[in-house]
């Protein structure tokens, strides 16, 4: 056994030995994944953290023959790990305390846009949820995603799969429960976990404020993919700024995507003659939930 493959092991057994704890949550604390810590430091050393995300397709059966689903790909921001976003000294909106960390990959999109419907396909969403991704205030989802990252300075690429979950205005309320218990678990305390209450809606406000006053306007453009001669919409146009992190109309449209990965692929390029691939795969749930590590061919 290589030296790399045995601080692997090794990790991983200490953090199997962590699982017992409970944090206030009153779901199991999870250590972190034998992945997150290089998965990040490649992540930071990006000249932009985009990549690639997958999502699964119901085509409209009112206007398409076709009944299969089908793929639908695009490139998306990484805006951090859910709870752990970085301080950012422009960002108007109150920050949570530092309570928790978690493995949890987000990225921002729009309720019009295509991908949040095809979120809700993966299983039923959340009760009260489910407006066909249209600007209403629902939290939801849950569908099957994969997301592709190539950190080109270290030669690697990471592929992530499991599911995701969409946040809207009304996470903090009893309709959005089962998205909370799906990542709550996955939520590690920090600090000694006393560092102040924390807050959904105001971490989902936070991430609406870390975006440029430009990027936030985009939530006030017409809806997405409809007729440029149709007309937008009262306050809806394209290169709008907004300033206000409550502004009604940019927050109605605005969501937070939670990604909760069950398998990791990493493979190493970085050695052209000795290439490197590992698998991370989650066995279990909760508090017997383990990630197992293999090393594979490339």
């Known amino acids: 056994m290589n030296a790399h493959s045995t601080a692997l092991r090794r990790t991983t057994q200490t953090l199997n030995h962590l699982r017992g704890h409970h944090h206030a949550m009153g779901s199991p604390v999870p250590a972190d994944p034998p992945w997150r810590a290089t998965f990040i430091s490649h992540i930071q050393r990006m000249e932009s953290p985009t990549f690639t995300l997958g999502t699964l397709h119901q085509p409209d059966r009112a206007s398409s023959s076709s009944q299969h689903v089908v793929p639908r790909v695009r490139t998306v921001v990484f805006r951090g790990m859910w709870a752990a976003l970085d301080v950012n000294p422009k960002n108007p909106a109150e920050r949570n305390p530092d309570t928790f960390t978690s493995h949890l990959p987000t990225i921002t999109t729009d309720a019009r846009m295509d991908k949040v419907p095809e979120l809700e396909e993966g299983m039923a969403a959340a009760p009260g949820a489910g407006d066909g991704g249209r600007g209403g205030s629902q939290s939801g989802g849950g569908g099957f995603v994969e997301g592709v990252f190539w950190a080109e ?17 009304d996470i903090d309320s009893e309709a959005a429960a ?9 939520m590690r305390r920090v600090n000694g976990g006393t560092a102040g209450p ?54 109605r449209n605005f969501r937070v995507v939670v990604i909760v990965p069950d398998e990791v692929d990493r493979v190493d390029l970085s050695d052209p003659e000795n290439g490197r691939r590992w698998n991370y795969r989650l066995e279990g749930e909760g508090e017997s939930g383990e990630w197992k590590v293999t090393e594979l061919w490339p």
Request: net charge positive; hydrophobic share 30%; no cysteine.
């Open 153 to 169: 300075e270290a030669r690697t690429q990471w592929r992530l799969r499991g599911r995701a979950y969409v946040l809207g205005p």
């Open 178 to 186: 089962p998205v909370r218990a799906a990542l709550e678990p996955h």
């Open 198 to 251: 924390w807050s959904w809606s105001r971490e989902v406000t936070a991430h609406f404020g870390n975006l440029s006053p430009l990027m936030r306007g985009t939530f006030r453009n017409p809806p997405p993919g409809t007729p440029r001669s149709q007309e937008p919409g009262r306050g809806l146009g394209l290169g709008q700024r907004v300033e206000n992190v409550e502004d009604e109309v940019a927050r």
